[in-house]
């Protein structure tokens, strides 16, 4: 493990907030290290603020675990983690040649990882950790007729909410079926109010944050408008979920409730959530706790610390930037230089 670690953000895109609040969380613990940041697209916005520009393969190519060993022990790099959904599972199968390299993925074991990403899988994984998750059927081989409408189609491997159908009857679920690209599952929809968990899972599994919010507006798939809350079933439902089913560093856990039951998790995801900014700005000190566990230190459960009532509301921002020779750099007047050699 290096002595001043530094951290690999993969597949950045435009998680601009999170390699700030990382490089803030360095500069805070004063240890020399550096936000290394990765992106196939060259005007990726989080390029721009990153310490560090290194270059890496496809997720898909076999030798992307590889790479990214080999750049966790040529810079230094005590912590990986991936910012989209993209390369989670392929992660954390290179979890050993990582450590091997000096460094940690904070991911849980792959087929944890995997199975977070696919909601059969997932909705499995929570049912025989005995948590609650909404009922759920294979779209081959189910009497559609049987099925307790309203009823959701969800990808198995979904991104941004793609391909999602609400379906109120019989008629209208073979309709999306029937157009729907990628291979499915059959979900009730659940009544009640969606509400999502910004969580810290340790290394060892253990629970060490957990931040409830209410999603007041999403589009795409990101929330852009929400608050931080005080709501201790909450809390304890995300410190069951790591620990039942073996969750390893930053993850968002999404369920429905009514009535003061929880009626399911419908979401997990094995990186920072889309609303990353409001659990930070309520306490949730992530990346500096990230690195301290990097370094070696033991990470005390900080569950039910966080500010309460802490709003949200986002807006668009962006880079300006000009090309000066083979490069980029920031034009007079903007605030942050190009880092890297974009």
């Not at 290194?54 to 790479?67: N, S």
């Not at 993925?105 to 994984?125: G, N, Y």
Request: hydrophobic content about 45%; proline content about 7%; charged content about 20%.
């Amino acid at each position: 493990m290096a002595e001043q670690p530094s951290v690999l953000l993969t597949c950045a895109g435009q998680r601009v907030d999170i390699v700030r609040a990382f490089r803030d969380a360095l500069a805070r613990r004063g240890e020399g290290g550096r936000v290394v940041v990765s992106d196939l697209d060259p005007l990726s916005p989080s390029l721009v603020s990153a310490d560090v520009v290194v270059e890496l393969p496809a997720v898909d190519d076999p030798g992307y675990g590889q790479a990214v060993a080999d750049v966790v022990a040529a810079h230094g790099v005590g912590a990986v983690l991936p910012l989209t959904d993209l390369d989670p599972v392929i992660l954390a199968q290179a979890a050993h040649l990582v450590r091997d390299a000096g460094g940690q993925v904070f991911l849980p074991a792959p087929e944890v990882a995997a199975a977070c990403q696919d909601k059969w899988l997932c909705h499995e994984i929570l049912e025989g950790a005995g948590l609650p998750s909404p009922p759920t059927w294979p779209v081959d081989g189910t009497d559609r007729d049987a099925l307790p409408y309203p009823m959701m189609i969800k990808p198995r491997i979904g991104f941004a909410g793609r391909w999602i159908h609400r379906c109120d009857d019989r008629q209208e679920l073979d309709f999306f079926l029937s157009r729907t690209p990628v291979a499915s599952v059959l979900q009730q929809a659940l009544p009640g109010e969606e509400f999502s968990i910004d969580c810290l899972a340790s290394l060892d599994g253990r629970a060490i944050g957990a931040i409830p919010r209410a999603m007041y507006q999403s589009k795409g798939g990101e929330q852009i408008k929400g608050e931080t809350l005080d709501d201790p079933q909450l809390v304890d439902l995300a410190a069951a979920v790591i620990e039942g089913i073996g969750l390893v560093g930053p993850c968002t856990i999404q369920c429905f409730r009514e009535d003061g039951r929880i009626l399911g998790v419908t979401d997990i995801n094995t990186r920072f959530g889309g609303g990353f900014p409001l659990p930070l700005a309520a306490g949730g000190d992530y990346p500096f706790l990230i690195l301290a566990m990097a370094a070696g230190e033991d990470v005390a459960p900080q569950l039910g610390t966080h500010r309460v009532g802490v709003v949200m509301t986002r807006f668009l921002s962006e880079h300006i930037l000009v090309r000066d020779g083979d490069g980029l750099t920031a034009m007079d007047g903007h605030e942050e230089a190009v880092s890297g050699g974009i």
